[in-house]
Each structure stands twice: as structure tokens, then as C-alpha cells.
Antibody, heavy 122, light 111 residues
Framework: QVQLQESGPGLVKPSETLSLTCTVS?????????WSWIRQPPGKGLEWIGS???????????HFNPSLKSRVTISVDTSKNQFSLKLNSVTAADTALYYC???????????WGQGILVTVSS | QSALTQPPSASGSPGQSVTISCAGT?????????VSWYQQHPGKAPKLLIY???VRPSGVPDRFSGSKSGNTASLTVSGLQGEDEAYYYC???????????FGGGTKLTVL
């Protein structure tokens, strides 16, 4: 059973950079699959942010939601079995529950973290 | 890319069947057999219910079934139980740039 755990600040100031890390247990990121970030604003639906491929053969290959692409960086650290999200120039609209998840080739997410609430406020 | 379209709510009595639709385009739902469905209870992370249109992961009851016709996918919950009351989200692969798009979610109420 793959386990994922999000970590990072729960409060970020407007215009600053949101930074989160997802630690993966029991499964090696470098074994493959797309490691992904998904967010859910309070009371709203899910939004795919982006994914990074974990295999050593395509390590670092990334794909992003076009609406967020200009502000997002997703990277992987295979030595720590972690992947990270950076979202810059945040506004109140970026306030959300942020989930990390494993995305399988068929574009579905089979394992999810518990989520971390990030509030953008001064 | 636009979000997939789901009805905001659905309901049914215990034992009945309910179908939730997920409308997309030929660039996502209609173009690939990569539609998935998730169940989310309040305060919990989403749980995978169906992948590749109609495949159930191990442990998901066969009361949950998925299908697709053209640009619209559907999730059917048969033999409704109280524990099925939750939000349901569809998702689809959305093209060669490896994009993924979600639906807006449907709140299922068991009357």
C-alpha cells in the first residue's frame, strides 16, 4: 500500500511562493508513474495542478495544468523519495486543500495523501 | 482545457440505483478510454472507484459500475446504501500533453 504525506506551511502571504513536499513511503518514486499535485478550494471541486515522472529514464519530465503552468514548478528528489510543488505569486484564489497523489499511466490517481490546507492571507 | 460537466446533485432511496453523468468533449472523455471516478466523504481524501471507464480496483463493491457513450461517461451506483452518501468526481485524460481534467463533482444524497 503506497503511502503519501504532504508537508509545508499552512499559511502563505499574497504574492509569495507556496512550497509543499510530498513524502512517499513503501514505494520507490524512481520505479515509475507520475507523481502529482491536485488541489481543492474550500467547498469546491478538484483541480489537477501537474505531474512529474519518477522513472530514472524520464526523471523530471513534467506536465502542468495550462491555467497554472506559468506559476508552477514540480520536482522530484529520488534520494529522499519525495516530490515537491512550488506555486509562485499566490493570491487568495490559491487557498485550497492540496493533495499529492500517484498517477498511473491510464491517467487515474490510485493513491492519495491526506491533504494539507494552505491559506493565502496577509 | 475546461472542466468536465457533472450535475451538482443526485439522490435516491436505499436499495435504488442512481446514475451520475460526466460530459466532456472529443478531446477528453470521447477521445480516450481513460475516464476515472472518485468518491469523497467529507474531510477525507478522494478514493478511486473506477478507472479506464469501467474497471473497479480491488476492494470496490460491484455495486459501482462505469460506462461511456460518445463524449459522456456515467457512474451507476446500484443498491444504494447510506454509506454511499458522498461527493463523486469524474476525471479524464485530456490529450497528448498528458493533461488531466476533473468534473465539478456531484453530491449524492441517500434519502
Amino acid at each position: 500500500q503506497v503511502q503519501l504525506q504532504e508537508s509545508g506551511p499552512g499559511l502563505v502571504k499574497p504574492s509569495e511562493t507556496l512550497s509543499l513536499t510530498c513524502t512517499v513511503s513503501i514505494y520507490s518514486i524512481s520505479s515509475g508513474h507520475y507523481w502529482s499535485w491536485i488541489r481543492q478550494p474550500p467547498g469546491k471541486g478538484l483541480e489537477w495542478i501537474g505531474s512529474v515522472y519518477g522513472s530514472v529514464y524520464h526523471s523530471g519530465e513534467t506536465h502542468f495544468n495550462p491555467s497554472l503552468k506559468s506559476r508552477v514548478t514540480i520536482s522530484v528528489d529520488t534520494s529522499k523519495n519525495q516530490f515537491s510543488l512550488k506555486l509562485n505569486s499566490v493570491t487568495a484564489a490559491d487557498t485550497a486543500l492540496y493533495y499529492c497523489g500517484r498517477r498511473v499511466t491510464g491517467a487515474y490517481f490510485d493513491f492519495w495523501g491526506q491533504g494539507i490546507l494552505v491559506t493565502v492571507s496577509s | 482545457q475546461s472542466a468536465l460537466t457533472q450535475p451538482p446533485s443526485a439522490s435516491g432511496s436505499p436499495g435504488q440505483s442512481v446514475t451520475i453523468s460526466c460530459a466532456g468533449t472529443s478531446s477528453d472523455v470521447g477521445g480516450y478510454n481513460y475516464v476515472s471516478w472518485y468518491q469523497q466523504h467529507p474531510g477525507k481524501a478522494p478514493k478511486l472507484l473506477i478507472y479506464e471507464v469501467s474497471v473497479r480496483p480491488s476492494g470496490v463493491p460491484d455495486r459501482f459500475s462505469g460506462s461511456k457513450s460518445g463524449n459522456t461517461a456515467s457512474l451507476t451506483v446500484s443498491g444504494l446504501q447510506g454509506e454511499d452518501e458522498a461527493y463523486y468526481y469524474c476525471s479524464s485524460y485530456a490529450g497528448t500533453n498528458n493533461h488531466v481534467v476533473f468534473g465539478g463533482g456531484t453530491k449524492l444524497t441517500v434519502l
